[in-house]
């Protein structure tokens, strides 16, 4: 990493600490989200549901290759569309959530060394 330049900066090219201090970020943004929005939680119990009920979903949630092409009903396609709508809702509320915990933390950072 050495010579690198900020905008070339990015999550691939990141020591195992930093990796890990995302992570926890990610964890503290879905934890905050959980006691904190209903509408976040239900996005969670309905895309549990339908994992439950179609297990070829979870195993496209959990990044397991199918066992050949998938041949889906219209129902099995629909709960698919569906599953993918969430996840998409998913990431936009913790995208939204991590956005502002970061502008927080950076906020109480520049506060702690008198640059606010």
Not at 36 to 47: C, P
Not at 79 to 97: C, D, I, P, V
Request: a negative charge.
């Amino acid at each position: 990493m050495e010579g690198m330049k900020l905008k070339d900066f990015t999550i691939y090219d990141t020591p195992l600490w930093l990796g890990r201090l995302l992570e926890e970020q990610e964890e503290r943004c879905q934890r905050e989200l959980k006691g904190a929005s209903k509408a976040y939680n239900e996005i969670l119990e309905e895309s549990r549901k339908l994992m439950d009920k179609y297990p070829f979903i979870e195993d496209i949630a959990d990044n397991n290759e199918p066992q050949g092409p998938l041949k889906l009903s219209g129902e099995e396609a629909e709960a698919l569309t569906r599953f993918m709508y969430l996840e998409g809702e998913r990431r936009s509320w913790e995208g939204a959530e991590l956005y502002l915990m970061e502008c927080h933390d950076t906020l109480g950072l520049l506060q702690l060394v008198d640059m606010l």
